[in-house]
Structure formats: structure tokens, C-alpha cells
């Protein structure tokens, strides 16, 4: 039975979001509240590893269905093995992104469709949404310069689209904000960092 709060960070390349939710895993820590920080895909053994099969630049073979089942595939194995657990301790998770990130990048601008990778990640995820996921809208000439910037930072293949790719993935995002208008919250991510962070936190808080 879920007890705690699961919310979950979106947005395209670069918008910030990893390392706001640090910072607010910080605050919160810092104020003796517990919470789970995890990504997808990832956060456990057996979806990090599909990560690394994912996001290599050499695979470029990967065709799309097999990127979006690998994604709801990951997602599955990490949402029974840390996320649900967590939660039914009572604990706040906060998940770097979720299925949003499925529906905008393989289900808009892969062309899958978003109902059909719906559809997948159904099987996968059950009735398990998020109860509020905060979206970091940025126009992707932006994200992308910054992701520039970050010379520590690896290139994954999606990093490897073309503008265009990006673009669609803003684009399926800003699909879902009118699909889902009570549980996405959009955040003007080309703010400075502070701002972002702020407005973050207090949405976070005020669901506490
Ligand atoms: N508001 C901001 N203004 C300018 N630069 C920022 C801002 N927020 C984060 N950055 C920088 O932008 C880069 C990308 O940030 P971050 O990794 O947090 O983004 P992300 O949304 O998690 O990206 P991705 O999903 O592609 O991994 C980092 O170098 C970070 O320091
Ligand atoms: C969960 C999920 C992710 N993606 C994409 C989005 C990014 O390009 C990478 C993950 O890298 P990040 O630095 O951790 O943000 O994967 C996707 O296309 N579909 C998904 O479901």
C-alpha cells in the first residue's frame, strides 16, 4: 500500500533538473525530512545496466520499439525494486524522470505514438503515476549550449539527435502538459538557477 509522495522531474536535454532535484534532496535532508532520489533508467543494478545498453553511442542500430520497450523495461524493474518499497515506508520519491520521458521522446518524437508507448508502459507501470510531476521547459538551443558547457558530462546517443529530434521532444512535453494539466507543473527553466530551485522547492513543499 503506497504511502509516500512520488513526484517526478521532466524536461528535454539540459534543463537543469538533475541538478535542482540535488539540491532540494539537500534542503530537505538538511530540514530532517527523509526522501529517495533515483533516476531512470537506472537507479538499481539491472537498470543501470539496460542504461548503458540504451544510451551508447554505438548502438546505433537500435530501432524504436526496442528503445521504448528497453526504457518501460527498465522502468518496471526499478519502480518494484526501490521505488514502490520506498514508498510504502512512507518515503518522499523523487524520480529524474519517468514515463512522461517515454511518452515525449518515443512516443512524439520517435513517431511511436504516445497512446501506443502508453499502451506498453501500462503493462510495465500498472496505475502507478506520479503524484506530481514538475516539468523544466526550456527551448532546447538552450538546453543543448548548456549540455555544451558541461565538458564532464558524457554524450549518450539521444544526446546525438538532430535539433529537430529536441525540438519534438519539447513539443510532445508541452502534449502531455494539456493532457495532464492537474499533475504536470511547468517551471521556466531558463531562469537562473536560484529561481529554478526556489520555484522547485516550494511546489515540492507544498505537497508535503
Ligand atoms: N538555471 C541554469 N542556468 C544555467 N545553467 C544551468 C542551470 N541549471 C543547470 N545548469 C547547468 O546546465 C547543465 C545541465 O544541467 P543538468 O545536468 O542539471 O540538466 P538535466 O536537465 O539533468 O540534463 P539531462 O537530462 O540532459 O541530463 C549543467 O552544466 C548545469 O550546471
Ligand atoms: C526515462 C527515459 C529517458 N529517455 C532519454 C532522455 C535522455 O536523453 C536519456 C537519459 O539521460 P539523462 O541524462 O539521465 O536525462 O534518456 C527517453 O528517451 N525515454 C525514457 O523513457
Known sequence: MKKGLFITVEGPEGA???????KI????????QTILLTREPGGIEIAEKIRE???????????????????????????????LPALE?????????FIDSSLAYQGHARGLGIDEVWG???FAI???MPDCTLYFDIDPAIGMARIAQNKGREVNRLDLEGMSFHHKVREGYLMLLERFPERIHSIDASRSFEEVYEEALSIVQSLQ
Do not use: F, W
Request: net charge neutral; aromatic share 2%.
Open 89 to 97: 515506508q512512507g518515503i518522499t520519491v523523487l524520480c529524474d524522470r
Open 16 to 22: 537543469g533538473k538533475t541538478s535542482v532535484i540535488k
Open 53 to 83: 545498453v540504451i544510451l551508447n553511442p554505438e548502438h546505433k542500430a537500435m530501432e524504436g520499439r526496442t528503445e521504448a520497450l528497453l526504457y518501460s523495461a527498465a522502468r518496471r524493474q526499478h519502480l518494484v525494486e526501490k521505488v
Open 25 to 32: 534532496e539537500e534542503t530537505l535532508q538538511e530540514r530532517g
Open 120 to 122: 506498453i508502459n501500462q
Open 126 to 128: 500498472g496505475d502507478m
